[in-house]
């Protein structure tokens, strides 16, 4: 696996982009920076607490990295959904990998609620109206705070 990315690849995936200004302090929804992946509050809180984990080096599939990184990405990806759900407290905890849409390794962290519309639709059935919740820095701070005790 390589260790830098190029120039190139940096400035056309977003989540490479989300990765360099975590790791230079300029990414208003970051929550933490690991070792391989970096925890960040989702672009939207439609579902309030949403975060996502995102590795730091540009991998299409989970398969494609070394054992070792597999393993303390997902470490990472368990750790989160604990201080959301000791954060958020809800009935569910999601995860979600695709990488259909983006093809940079990251996971989606949604915590349910059970007074939602339709707390066992697909999380991505009301997609349309994510925007409604879009993350301002401030929301983004907040849900931080929240979550960032129990990392």
Known sequence: MEKVESDQLIT????CRDVAAAVAGDLDRLV???EHSIIVVGEHQFFPGYC???ARHHAREM???PPEIQR???DDVMTLG???EHAFTPFK???????NVVEHLHWHVIPRRADEADPKAHPWAESARFTEKKTTPGEARR?????????
């Open 93 to 99: 905890m999601n995860y979600v990998s695709l990488g």
């Open 82 to 84: 604990r201080a959301i």
């Open 32 to 34: 933490a920076v690991r």
């Open 63 to 65: 398969h494609d990295l």
């Open 72 to 74: 303390e990405i997902f």
């Open 143 to 151: 849900v931080s705070r929240l979550i960032q005790p129990f990392l």
């Open 52 to 54: 996502m984990v995102v």
């Open 12 to 15: 056309q995936c977003p989540l």
